[in-house]
């Protein structure tokens, strides 16, 4: 890394690879184990909502729960902030 | 006791049949009784890192369907007394294999008292991988510090953790061990490659690995020689600690530090 390395702006890549994996990762384990529809569902949701609310990509999450031999899908929808 | 140990990743071509050679050979330097098998149908690789291709008589196959004994199928190692590899089938036929199959070999070989049955899988998460994995006590999950190896890595944990007989029966599941290969200290200080630290944070099980970058690794291959065996080369060093970890031993990760650069070389590169 030189002089110059030290003022520049854009972070090093092995954090925005961080960062994506960690979002990619955490969301590929919400749906395992689930049915095999998981994956389609979500993203069906997020075009329906991106239709009326611009939300990010990761915006959308669902969930299997299983609890006393009942199955529950959770769904959560972040919208953006105020000023977002 | 005979434990099995899938080697498995996902992704391919980040260093699954060179861990498998090498971890078989560290094993078996260590006095361990060991079958390394090549899962890989249709795409017979193992026996070319071993260095045993032109002794391939019988297959994994040939075995399953009655052709031959398991005696006469597994190649006996010209360097290690009790290393023993079995190679995959050349068909074409991806049902040639079966999870029947494979318990019948893995019990002979528990039978004739093999202490370790090394389990080379194949890339992807179809049925080789399935087969491969289905029976393990343990996985060394192979993995290149790269966001596609990484996440396909992911996957394969999520397989192991539902996949597996040891799953199936809730036995506690199968034990997880991560392996870093391809690694460059230099690019992770130079924050250009995820560090062994980020990997682990990520994928959330224990290291029991980290192979540096090394040349040596094709030097070997191309010579039928697994890395392990080179013993100057600091991969093979990496790998002889690993199999340390496998018995047990708790030992720090070699490798994994960049050199010290003086004052100029950092403010001025280098």
């Known amino acids: 890394m030189g002089l110059l390395a030290l003022f520049r702006r854009t972070p090093p890549s092995a954090s925005v690879a961080k960062e994506r994996l960690r979002i990619i990762v ?27 609310v611009k939300v990010e990509p990761d ?26 | ?65 009655g052709d031959c004994t398991l005696k006469q199928a597994l190649i006996k190692d010209k360097r290690l007394e009790t290393l023993y590899i079995l190679a995959a089938s050349q068909t074409r036929d991806k049902d040639a294999l079966t999870l029947e199959g494979v318990r019948k070999v893995f019990d002979e070989l528990t039978g004739d008292g093999f202490d370790y049955i090394i389990c080379d899988s194949p890339a992807g998460i179809e049925k080789g991988a399935h087969l491969a994995m289905y029976y393990a006590d343990r996985a060394v999950v192979v993995v290149n510090p790269e966001v596609s190896s990484v996440r396909d890595s992911d996957r394969i944990l999520g397989l192991l953790a539902s996949k597996t007989a040891r799953a199936e029966k809730g036995e506690g599941g199968v034990r997880e061990h991560l392996l870093l290969t391809r690694y460059s200290p230099r690019r992770v200080a130079a924050g250009e490659m995820l560090s062994v630290a980020d990997v682990k ?27 392990i065996l080179n013993e100057d080369s600091e991969a093979a060093q990496a790998y002889a600690d690993a ?22 070389a950092r403010m001025f590169g280098g």
């Open chain 2, 1 to 65: 006791m005979t434990e099995i140990i899938v080697v498995t990743s996902g992704k391919g071509g980040v260093g699954k049949t060179t861990t498998s050679a090498s971890l078989s050979c560290g094993l078996a330097r260590k006095g361990k009784k060991v079958a390394v098998i090549d899962f890989d149908i249709g795409l017979r690789n193992l026996d070319l890192i071993m260095g045993c291709e032109r002794r391939v008589v019988y297959d994994f196959v040939n075995v399953i369907q």
């Open chain 2, 243 to 264: 199999v340390e970890r496998l018995l047990g031993a708790d030992l720090p990760m070699r490798f994994v530090d960049a050199p010290k650069k003086g004052f100029f």
């Open chain 2, 201 to 227: 944070e990520i994928l959330g099980i224990d290291v029991i690995g980290v192979i540096p970058e090394s040349a040596d690794v094709l030097t070997s291959s191309n010579a039928g020689t697994p890395v």
């Open chain 1, 59 to 84: 915006a959308v999450k669902v969930n299997v729960e299983r609890e006393d031999g009942r199955e529950v899908l959770e769904l959560s929808v972040s919208l953006p902030g105020k000023d977002g």
């Open chain 1, 26 to 52: 955490a969301q590929e384990r919400s749906t395992r184990g689930g049915p095999d529809y998981l994956p389609l569902l979500r993203r069906e949701l997020l075009e329906v909502i991106r239709k009326y």
